[in-house]
């Protein structure tokens, strides 16, 4: 049975801003004042930054609240940008996603592991794992999954921002903030491939987890 845990706190606001014009996909990204929630970058900010104590702190106490043993689990991804904050960690059956601004909201998520493991996956697969939103007033959307070996990059567009997703061993992850929670279901996927194609489409229709 899937656990989520949400935590939330209100957050001051901060300013966040990227502008992205690449061969495959093109798209421009004003400077747009995002309250609270979760350092979000544009498409051309996607490098992970290096966690903070804060989040990693963050994510140690939740995830233990989830049930896992920090001395005993398995990294399968970490990153963020900015403040924010994720892991996922596995210990046995039980796999977690963290994801935290940093700030003291965040949210824990089950999430599963790759169906056959990641080096089964077809090459250009995109799967979705799991999704969800947190917070109140502009909240923060997320969403989760894995990919095949010759996926170089997933952007998810979404209330006229476009935000790059993290992609580590095979899993993909990307938050981004929303007026409210239904526009996280108007959300676009573009997804680039190692030999330099790309295709585009909604990500609601992006192939759904099955073990």
């Not at 493991?117 to 909240?139: C, H, K, M, Y």
């Not at 894995?146 to 992609?167: H, M």
Request: include cysteine.
């Amino acid at each position: 049975m899937r656990k989520k845990l949400v935590w939330t706190v209100a957050i001051t606001s901060r300013l966040r801003s990227g502008i992205r014009n690449p061969r495959t996909l093109a798209v421009a990204v004003a400077a747009v004042a995002v309250p609270s929630i979760l350092g979000w970058y544009a498409a051309d900010q996607h490098a992970s930054g290096r966690p903070t104590s804060a989040g990693v702190s963050w994510c140690d106490r939740h995830l233990q609240a989830a049930g896992l043993d920090p001395d005993h689990h398995l990294t399968l991804f970490t990153g963020g940008r900015s403040e924010a904050h994720a892991e996922i960690w596995s210990q046995g059956f039980n796999l977690q996603l963290c994801l935290t601004d940093g700030h003291g909201a965040g949210v824990t998520d089950a999430v599963d592991p790759a169906p056959g493991g990641t080096a089964a996956l077809p090459s250009r697969a995109v799967i979705l794992d799991t999704s969800g939103t947190f917070g109140t007033g502009t909240v923060t959307a997320y969403t989760t999954g894995f990919t095949g070996a010759d996926v170089r990059g997933l952007t998810v567009t979404s209330g006229g921002r476009t935000i790059a997703a993290e992609i580590q061993n095979g899993r993909w992850l990307a938050w981004w903030p929303i007026a409210d929670k239904k526009a996280a279901k108007d959300a676009t996927v573009t997804i680039t491939y190692a030999n330099g194609t790309s295709m585009s489409g909604p990500l609601a229709k992006v192939a759904p987890y099955a073990s």
